[in-house]
């Protein structure tokens, strides 16, 4: 199966219904262990990305994945948007003068997504963060492709190690953000970085599936 910029496009204005969806509900796991406002800072930084898009799905789906992370950077307020913005941005400048892609450019790309967050937080797994979800997901993809699996199959493989690593910051003690300065009491906690992130790739398996 090949990636188009049409994918991505869908893929982004998915996540950004996800976020939507779930806007409460991440602002209400940030209010516990960082400051009350990750759904309704993601959420804004998504409808932009969205209000961005360009009308005809095609062209450069490294161009199209930067600009998104520009657009992320510049709209969404505390630490969120630095980094979702780098990792798009990383990801992008993987897929760069690629009109469409097959499943090891992604797999490459989403190592790109992931290192960005890593590089732009100073995070590594443990620390409840972001990474915690991301880095499992991109593990799960690349052992599902070197067992020959579709694409379709792959990516639903990381959607389920994505959220799995979500739930698994819950009883972590925070050593990167704004949590870290709780110390032990952030745990308890289910990530809120760790819980978008895991949105993130679920929309993305969700709407290859669709495509499949």
């Known amino acids: 199966m090949k990636i188009t910029s049409a994918i991505l496009i869908a893929w982004l204005r998915h996540a950004a219904g996800l976020i939507r969806e779930q806007r409460d509900s991440l602002t209400n796991l940030d209010a516990a262990i960082g400051d009350a406002d990750h759904g309704v800072n993601l959420d804004r930084g998504f409808a932009a990305v969205v209000a961005a898009l360009p009308p005809e799905p095609s062209g450069d789906a490294g161009a199209l994945l930067k600009s998104a992370g520009m657009r992320l950077i510049s709209t969404v307020g505390g630490a969120s948007g630095p980094l979702y913005g780098t990792a798009f941005r990383r990801a992008g400048k993987v897929l760069e003068g690629h009109t469409e892609f097959g499943p090891n450019e992604l797999l490459l790309a989403l190592r790109g997504f992931v290192e960005g967050v890593a590089a732009m937080g100073k995070a590594e797994s ?87």
């Open 126 to 212: 443990g620390d409840k963060t972001m990474i915690d979800a991301l880095r499992p997901a991109v593990d799960a993809l690349a052992e599902a492709l070197a067992a020959r699996e579709p694409l379709a199959v792959a990516l639903r493989a990381a959607a389920t190690a994505a959220a799995a690593g979500a739930a698994a910051t819950v009883p972590m003690v925070a050593r990167r953000g704004r949590a870290s300065y709780l110390g032990e009491r952030s745990a308890g906690h289910q990530d809120p970085g760790a819980t978008s992130a895991a949105l993130i790739i679920r929309a993305l398996a969700e709407t290859v599936e669709r495509y499949d």
